[in-house]
């Protein structure tokens, strides 16, 4: 799943890890958008993630501890972190809230004019979408479908919202210049 990538490499980018810490990490920083990751499933994406190239296991011995595994992003890694942040700042559709908000948490991963192009085809792709709502708000506003109008009014308040986060993050991000 691309969030379960995005959260281990992003992690992973900060620094090598073992998989327990990234956990921790997890629950630390509150992100309850991704509770659903559970610590095998960490590891099941680690093991994806290792065999794609992306990272590095490295066995380590302290003291009297058992033997860990402690994980390292690659080169290639790196790369393929840029690609799902970059996915997730661009894209605006269904279901795509989480891999946003992730993207934005992991956002210093890739530069500020990466960071402005993903968003400007993300705010392009919500004015698009807030005009074909609209039309369909005048299709409907006087069929007497309250159910449909409801749902139409709902989705045009959602989107002019999005619209007005994503140009207040491209703001922010032009204003810093620099991570």
Same mark, same amino acid.
């Given at each position: 799943m ?26 630390q ?13 960490i ?29 390292? @992003?690659?080169a290639? *890694?790196? $790369?393929? &972190?840029?690609?799902? !942040?970059k ?53 409907f ?19 002019? @919202?999005?619209?007005? *986060?994503? $140009?207040? &993050?491209?703001?922010? !991000? ?5 991570w």
């Amino acid at each position: 799943m691309l969030r379960n990538r995005l959260v281990v490499l992003g992690f992973l980018a900060e620094g090598p890890m073992h998989g327990y810490q990234i956990d921790r990490q997890i629950k630390q920083r509150s992100m309850g958008m991704i509770d659903h990751l559970s610590t095998a499933s960490i590891y099941n994406v680690l093991n994806r993630l290792s065999k794609k190239g992306y990272i590095t296991v490295k066995k380590e011995k302290i003291g009297k501890m058992p033997e860990r595994n402690a994980y390292r @992003i690659t080169a290639k *890694g790196r $790369k393929e &972190l840029a690609v799902l !942040i970059k996915d997730g700042l661009s894209k605006q559709r269904k279901h795509a809230a989480v891999a946003f908000i992730l993207s934005v948490v992991f956002i210093t991963n890739i530069s500020p004019k990466e960071a402005l192009v993903s968003l400007e085809k993300r705010k392009i792709q919500i004015e698009f979408m807030l005009n074909k709502v609209k039309e369909k708000h005048q299709i409907f506003k006087n069929s007497g479908a309250f159910n449909r109008l409801y749902v139409i009014d709902l989705s045009l308040k959602h989107l002019k @919202i999005e619209l007005e *986060g994503t $140009k207040s &993050l491209i703001k922010k !991000i032009k204003a810093i210049k620099k991570w």
